[in-house]
């Protein structure tokens, strides 16, 4: 990665941390994104806050944790990060929060059922709740990594703790988290009112089939001409 790679990686880590509180995903200094990088991963600074974070203070790391050069403190998560992205290579980034109806889901140790067709979409059923695992060594990374492992959410809720999504690059990752939030949100509300009904697993499958592989822009096949 050349430096101006690694300077444009900064700068849009720091714009992308902007849409956790935007989102409402974090508090005071509580969250933070990670990106796979050559050699290691680039993570929030601890305890700065989110308008006070630069392209700067953004600390690179190695896969084990370890600040590489002289930099500000890491972020209390950055070994769970380092342990997700060694056992999981497909990951590019990884988002922590603690968005208040996907923790309060957690707090009950209940995963999110899979009630809603965008829930389906991105999700491909149920978010699963991990259990509960100590803050500041690997064990996190290694719940997260036993659940996602094999599993098509790209998002889990721990035990007690807060929501880690993964995804291909860290705005990917992003993304499953505000979603995340969203479908919370909506599924606490619609079981205050009642008896949700979950969709069928059928349903399930081909709503997720059809968001992935179709849903959006698609580049044209090879030889193709639009006009």
């Known amino acids: 990665m050349t430096l101006t790679d690694l300077h444009a990686l ?3 880590l720091t714009e992308m941390h ?10 005071w200094t509580s969250g933070n994104i990670s990106a796979r990088m050559d050699g290691g991963m680039l993570i929030k600074p601890s305890g700065v806050t989110f308008a006070d974070l630069t392209p700067e203070s953004m600390v690179h790391t190695d896969l ?12 209390s998560d950055t070994a769970t990060h ?9 990951v590019g980034g990884i988002v922590h929060t603690h968005s208040p109806y996907a923790t309060a889901w957690a707090a009950n140790a209940r995963e999110i059922p899979c009630f809603l067709t965008a829930m389906a979409d991105e999700f491909g059923g149920p978010i699963p709740c991990g259990g509960f695992a100590p803050i500041g060594g690997e064990e996190i990374g290694a719940e997260v990594v036993r659940i996602l492992t094999g599993h098509r959410s790209p998002a889990v809720i721990l035990q007690n703790h ?3 999504t993964i995804g291909p690059t860290p705005r990917a990752a992003l993304k499953a988290a505000v979603m995340c939030e969203d479908v919370a949100r909506t599924s ?3 079981a205050q009112l009642g008896a949700p009904l979950p969709l069928a697993p059928g349903d399930i499958d ?6 992935q592989g179709v849903y959006g822009q698609r580049p044209a096949p090879q030889g193709e ?3």
């Open 82 to 90: 380092a342990y997700i992205y060694r056992h999981l290579p497909h």
């Open 188 to 190: 606490f509300l619609a």
């Open 162 to 164: 807060g929501v880690f």
């Open 64 to 75: 084990h944790a370890r600040p590489l050069g002289a930099q500000l403190s890491p972020s």
């Open 206 to 211: 081909r709503l997720y089939d059809r968001y």
């Open 18 to 27: 902007l849409e956790l509180p935007r989102n409402g995903l974090v508090t």
């Open 225 to 227: 001409h639009t006009s």
């Open 10 to 12: 900064r700068e849009e």
